[in-house]
């Protein structure tokens, strides 16, 4: 379990994201996975680093508040 909770995790646009991957090695703790043509962010996994915004091509990821 981690330790200290984020404020913010990523969540993605799936009517955006165009599935092409390359936000997966990006993530530090491996919270993007990509199965069944689908991309998903485990909100228990995500750390809130935002490694995974800019790079995103297509600008599919944001942050939002975890509630
Ligand atoms: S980098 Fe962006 S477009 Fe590519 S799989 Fe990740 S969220 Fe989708
Ligand atoms: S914000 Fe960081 S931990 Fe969360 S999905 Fe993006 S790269 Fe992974």
Redesign the pocket.
């Known amino acids: 379990m981690r330790r200290v909770t984020p404020d913010t995790i990523a969540v993605?646009d799936l009517a955006?994201?165009?599935?092409?991957?390359?936000?997966?090695p990006l993530c530090p703790p491996e919270a993007?996975h990509?199965e069944l043509n689908i991309?998903t962010v485990d909100d228990a996994a995500c750390t809130g680093c935002e490694k995974?915004v800019a790079?995103?091509?297509?600008g599919?990821?944001a942050m939002v508040a975890y509630a």
């Open positions: 993605v955006v994201c165009d599935r092409c991957g390359l936000c997966l993007l990509l991309l995974c790079p995103c091509p297509v599919a990821l």
